[in-house]
């Protein structure tokens, strides 16, 4: 009992963390809707191993991607974010997504691999465009 008891006073003496601003893992702005269905979509394909069953499964989420960016293009831009920069965030998103459908349709790996990439950064896009201009480096 003793040693509960000076546990629970221990740990009632430490200060606890403030809920951090980022909402992830990977550092990304608290995501919503389209917008972290999306996110969620990408980041198993764009995290797993380079190759096959990596572009095998970029592949098969095509539909995911172009329906997710398609719906993120069609709302209205965050508070913090300039309109027009996120009209351009917004349709990189959606051109990439469909690029890579074609890239997949022509089935040449890097073509595949690049369009990954490419999907991988105009999201990145979207995420800048969250943040703001004002926080821009």
């Known amino acids: 009992m003793l040693r509960t008891f000076a546990a629970a006073a221990i740990l009632a003496t430490v200060p606890l963390a403030a809920t951090p601003v980022m ?13 972290k269905a999306f996110h969620d979509v990408l980041r198993v394909d764009w995290h797993a191993e380079k190759g096959d069953a ?40 959606t051109d990439a997504s469909v690029a890579l459908g074609a890239y997949c349709a022509g089935g040449v790996a890097a073509n595949v691999e690049a369009g990954l990439a490419t999907l991988h950064e105009r999201f990145h896009d979207i995420m800048k465009a969250m943040r703001g201009a004002q926080n821009e480096t």
């Open 23 to 35: 909402a992830d893992e990977d550092g990304h702005p608290e995501l919503s809707g389209s917008v």
């Open 54 to 93: 990596r572009n095998a499964a970029a592949c098969r989420n095509v539909g995911d991607y172009i329906a997710l960016s398609r719906e993120i293009a069609r709302q209205s831009a965050p508070a913090e974010a300039d309109a027009s920069a996120w009209g351009t965030a917004t349709a990189g998103l």
